[in-house]
């Protein structure tokens, strides 16, 4: 499957693709009110970068808890559930005279129970795509996120301005809302994709399952420590141009939006490979302009060019599903998704705890490096796959 055209007229794939977005603009509109609400009441870089990205330190809650729940609840169901709970804990968040210490609670919740949702959406996804697909389509919800950020900063920048953050998460609410009749009117009704009842211990069996084998440990450490800590550079987006935060936050998702188009529809699966290093480096290089102090024109375009190398996460992806059994794809994709999410909330902590005792350039700038530093550690575990020549007809009967 290489067209987009193709890709669409795959049954299930466009409710699937418009669930995903509406979420993505949802969540994209009320992060950008909770960070600048919180930055109002506290004036602390650190505070604003956790109310951001602070619900994906309970990923990590989730993904030792909850888990197994993405290969063993109906996918529609759990989709369209997942996004009735964000809809009302969204429009909790707008009630007029909540503490920050609330606004924290709820939104921790919303993140521990939304590391379901990420195994789920892809777990579906690797059902309604063949195999040669999965690339192609996970590249294109890549996209819709990259959009949608686009469109959510801009949109949520002049909601904030003419409505207030607490009147913008009232719109991220109704998106929420819009997404969950997406989901539960356009999906169809399919069985779990693997036996039993989730539970606790069976989400801890098959993640330490996953978690056993060396390659896929190198996946998944390269897809969550230096995307992580790059994701805390943004979180200081605020702090660094209160005024243009969103204009910095939309080139950041231009910049993905490129990099997902390319890999995912133009490079052919020779030249994945090739680039795939090269992506990775990319992703973190140019945040070392930040040293400068730079101007917003040169920090728009480095956010930019940093922002292409998120494509490699597609590229890791792959070959995480290369390297998993087709009955734990789901809980495989919904662990790593877990894992980079987590790994956001490390890195707007490490990024903001050296903003408070320096700048927010000299933190990205320093944070920067450090995730090129952890990239170039994990090379070496992240070697091409050997060749799997195909099967001889007499292997194929057997």
Known sequence: MRSYRELFRTPEFTPLFATVSVQMAAMTVTGLALGTLVFKATGSPLLSALSMFGPSFAQVVGATMLLSAADRLPPRAAMTGLALVSCLSTATLAIPGMPVWGLFAIVLTQGMIGSVGGGVRYGLLS?????????LGRSVLNMSVGTMQICGFATGGVLVAFLSPRGTLLAGAGLYLAAAAFARFGLTSRPPRSAGRPSIGQTWRTNARLWSSVPRR????????????????????????????GLLLAMAAVGMLIGDVATGRFVSPKWRVRLGPYLRLLLAAPYLVFALHPSLPLAAVAVLLASIGYSASL????????????????????????????????????????????????????????????????????????????????????
Request: hydrophobic share 45%; aromatic share 4%.
């Open 127 to 135: 059902e309604i795509l063949p195999e040669n697909g999965y690339l």
């Open 315 to 398: 590229l890791l992806q792959e070959r995480l599903m290369e390297l998993t059994p087709d009955d734990m794809h789901g809980q495989a994709l919904g662990l790593d998704n877990s894992g980079m999410l987590t790994m956001q909330g490390v890195g707007a902590v490490v990024a903001g705890t050296v903003a408070q005792l320096t700048s927010p350039a000299t933190a990205m700038s320093l944070v920067g490096a450090l995730s090129l530093a952890v990239t170039l550690t994990l090379a070496p575990g992240l070697r091409p796959l050997p060749h799997r020549p195909a099967p001889t007809p007499e292997q194929a009967i057997t």
């Open 218 to 245: 190198y996946v998944y450490l390269a897809n969550w420590l230096p995307n992580g800590l790059i994701v805390g550079c943004e979180a200081l987006f605020i702090p660094y141009a209160p005024h243009n935060a």
